[in-house]
């Protein structure tokens, strides 16, 4: 076959280091357009991207020829050394280590941006720990909670 084609929605899961709160309403309104356009950079543009004051829920199409591992990596290593520059008050700000990447089939893209625009209501009941133990449960992803949470 002389072309490539590949069609891979993933949902993108990953939070401050130990939960602190940086993602401010302030912050968050330059951060996610940021964040948008590393991506979109990358060749992976996002089709949602929301969260809480601790953590990020992205919904992107995963460009053919750059692994998620890498992609997560351009995306948290840029946009961390961004937030940096925007005040004494993110000196400190890192992402956790890990993250979570879930698969989204084509009929499920509605609910999933339905889901991810709904993050600030959703975490009035639920913390972001709750939140991911139930997505990886929902996905069959063994984990062990020493290394989950750093």
Known sequence: MPQSLSSIIVHLI??????????TPAI?????????R????????????NGSVDHVHILFSLARVIAIADLVEEVK??????????????????WQRGYGAFSVGQSQIVAVKRYIA????????????EEYRK?????GIEYDERYVWD
């Open 14 to 23: 990953f939070s401050t280091k130990n939960r602190e709160p940086f993602i």
């Open 28 to 36: 968050e309104t330059e951060l996610h357009p940021y964040m948008a």
């Open 38 to 49: 590393i991506l979109r950079t990358c060749g992976s543009p996002s089709l949602a991207l």
């Open 77 to 94: 290593a840029d946009s961390s050394k961004w937030i940096k520059t925007k005040g004494r008050e993110f000196r400190n700000f890192h």
């Open 118 to 129: 709904r993050q600030k209501e959703h975490h009035k009941k639920f913390t972001f720990e």
């Open 135 to 139: 997505f990886v449960k929902a996905y």
